[in-house]
């Protein structure tokens, strides 16, 4: 992200995002409960839609699957709606879903049976044949998946990983508890990652403040770097700060790593190119994510950029196109009009932010209507 374009930003839009409180937060949580046929149990599983999710819609999203308990979830929430609120924000927007804890007939119903890998089987098994087909149908959700886990829960994605390493796309196990498995993780881990390449998987995961766990969270670093996969890995040690303050640093952390290619830093690449450069490394980006993500973010920064390099002529078709992809953004409206005036067409750029001003109007937020008016004012002079 570009200083000029934070600044704008600052100046247009987040006044906006700052007067609109969430007042979704009811519509945005479902509670869902469905007859495992596979658990001989009804099991219940909450998924919350990501801000401005739109059922008739056809724009989809990537789907963060988390175990964990209701507290956490509401930070979960907050985490992941503040960091991908804005375009040039470090993730994407997602669904959430919230698992059930699946264990075995016989094992007893305690926050380690999990952290056991007894019941992992069974629990691959409801994913796939049950809720995987269940958000598939009642949700706009994109093939990408993440699956998540902190502590007694930080297990089960591991687990995943080493039992079906293709069933999600990015695993995050923040301090597993490693001293709790009984199902031989660690040995399983090896064979995996010695027989499957996963060019397209990444891990995080993070060592705790527990010391029991700082032996096998050594084996574990051991075998994920003396793997012959091609598995893309963060390996952390947290375990100097609070045992609860890792859930609220890692996540972030995790998320901004996994998805850093989609907003590269180095826009300098794209200028001899121009955005036809910045549309085909999207493109390539599909292999990966298994969809088209948005260039919205990366064609404005290089639309900065050609303006400042006085390339107005080719700033001005890249934030057309822009606009073609959102056309009602007072934000890109401001920053075409900027590119038509170092052009010299001034009436078309004051005829752009006429169209600007009347979207500022019908949001009533004076902040926004005082900047557009300023911009034209200062046009005209």
């Not at 947290?238 to 952390?253: G, M, R």
């Not at 169209?355 to 902040?367: P, S, V, W």
């Amino acid at each position: 992200m570009r200083l000029s374009t934070l600044i704008l930003l600052l100046l247009s839009i987040t006044i906006c995002h700052g007067a609109k409180a969430d007042t979704t937060n009811v519509s945005r949580i479902k509670h869902i409960k469905i007859n495992s046929k596979l658990a001989s149990q009804d099991i219940e599983f909450t998924v919350i839609t990501p801000q401005g999710y739109d059922p008739k819609s056809t724009q989809r999203y990537p789907v963060f699957y988390t175990q964990t308990d209701s507290i956490r979830l509401k930070l979960i929430k907050q985490q992941l709606d503040w960091l991908s609120h804005l375009d040039f924000g470090p993730v994407p927007k997602m669904l959430i879903v919230a698992l059930p804890s699946i264990t075995l007939p016989n094992q007893p119903k305690h926050k380690n049976a999990a952290a056991s890998g007894l019941s992992t089987p069974l629990a691959i098994k409801v994913l796939t044949e049950e809720i995987f087909p269940y958000i598939d149908t009642h949700f706009h959700n994109q093939p990408f998946k993440i699956i998540e886990g902190y502590s007694t829960q930080a297990n089960f994605p591991l687990d995943i990983l080493a039992s079906k390493p293709a069933l999600f796309n990015a695993y995050i196990s923040i301090s597993p508890a490693l001293v709790l498995d009984k199902s031989a993780l660690l040995k399983r881990l090896t064979t995996t990652l010695s027989k499957h390449q996963l060019p397209h998987t990444s891990l995080y995961t993070s060592l705790g403040s527990f010391e029991q766990n700082k032996p096998l969270f050594k084996q574990l670093e051991k075998i994920i770097k003396g793997g012959k996969s091609e598995l893309a890995y963060q390996l952390v040690d947290l375990s100097e700060i609070n045992y609860y303050t890792t859930p609220v640093t890692a996540l972030p952390q995790a998320l901004e790593q996994l998805f850093k290619d989609r907003q590269p830093q180095d826009i300098e690449q794209f200028r001899a190119q121009g955005m036809e450069g910045v549309i085909r490394y999207y493109e390539q980006l599909k292999d990966k994510y298994g969809y088209l993500m948005s260039p919205l973010s990366t064609l404005v920064d290089l639309g900065q950029l050609q303006l400042e390099h006085n390339e107005a002529t080719a700033a001005q078709q890249t934030f057309e196109h822009i606009i073609k992809l959102k056309p009602n953004s007072l934000y890109y409206l401001t920053l075409l009009a900027k590119a038509q005036q170092k052009n010299h067409q001034i009436l078309t750029a004051k005829q752009t932010l006429q169209k600007a001003l009347k979207l500022a109007k019908a949001t009533k937020i004076q902040g926004e209507i005082d900047y557009v008016e300023s911009q034209i004012k200062a046009l005209v002079q």
